[in-house]
């Protein structure tokens, strides 16, 4: 399966502040997405990467939140924008190689918002 | 009612024991069934992947779906300290318009 690598690793962010999260992957890949994982919560899809277009947000997240690039098949950024604590969680970019084939994640981004 | 319910553990049991791991969901088109395992301060790892129905079999693992019951489980046979992590499952009418369960938190004890 594709190796995925995510940038920052973690990062302490103060309120009011954005941070971009980066997702590599070493091969191209029809389908990107970003999740968030809350403690002790299950995962959440905050949108569809699309490559070429505006990425396609799920009920709850909106672009002016959270915008995504993905400018080609194997790169895509998350930013979180102006960051309150209850942005604290981990950030995981998944990838599917084609439709219908399985998700992989990459290690996610663990942000902490003071 | 949550789309997929899994009971968050946390379980523990002696190494070499046979381990069963369950979800439950509430959508009938719902046609894949994924589990995941997480460990500490990683991303979730792909473990086993069903489509439809039926049983699979990938060395200690074994998924069982029985779309009858909305039920679907992972049975770990032989366990190990190595099989210590989060258990994911994730089901859904696509491979990747998934529902995820909350996860279960596993430890075996040497």
């Known amino acids: 399966s594709a190796v995925i690598s995510q940038k920052p690793s973690r990062d302490i962010c103060q309120r009011g502040t954005s941070l971009t999260i980066q997702c590599q992957v070493d091969s191209q890949v029809t389908m990107m997405f970003w999740y968030r994982q809350q403690p002790g919560q299950s995962l959440t899809l905050i949108a569809t990467?699309?490559?070429?277009?505006?990425?396609?947000?799920e009920s709850g997240f909106v672009i002016d939140k959270f915008p995504i690039s993905r400018p080609n098949l194997t790169f895509s950024t998350l930013t979180v924008s102006n960051m309150s604590p209850e942005d604290s969680s981990i950030y995981l970019c998944?990838?599917?190689?084609?439709?219908?084939?399985?998700?992989?994640f990459g290690n996610g981004t663990r942000l902490t918002v003071t | 009612q949550k789309e997929v319910e899994q009971d968050p553990g946390p379980l523990s049991v002696p190494e070499g024991a046979i381990v069963s791991l369950n979800c439950t969901y509430s959508?009938?088109?719902?046609?894949?069934f994924m589990w995941y395992r997480q460990y500490s301060r990683k991303g979730p790892e792909l473990l086993m992947y069903?489509?439809?129905?039926g049983n699979k079999e990938d060395g200690r693992f074994t998924a069982q779906v029985d779309k009858s019951s909305k039920y679907i489980s992972l049975f770990i046979r032989d366990s190990q300290p190595s099989d210590s992590a989060t258990y994911l499952c994730?089901?859904?009418?696509?491979?990747?318009?998934?529902?995820f369960g909350q996860g279960t938190r596993l430890t075996i004890n040497p």
């Open positions: 069903t489509y439809s129905s």
């Open positions: 994730a089901i859904g009418q696509g491979a990747q318009k998934l529902v």
């Open positions: 990467a699309n490559q070429g277009s505006e990425a396609t947000y």
């Open positions: 959508n009938s088109a719902f046609q894949y």
């Open positions: 998944s990838v599917a190689q084609e439709l219908n084939s399985p998700l992989h």
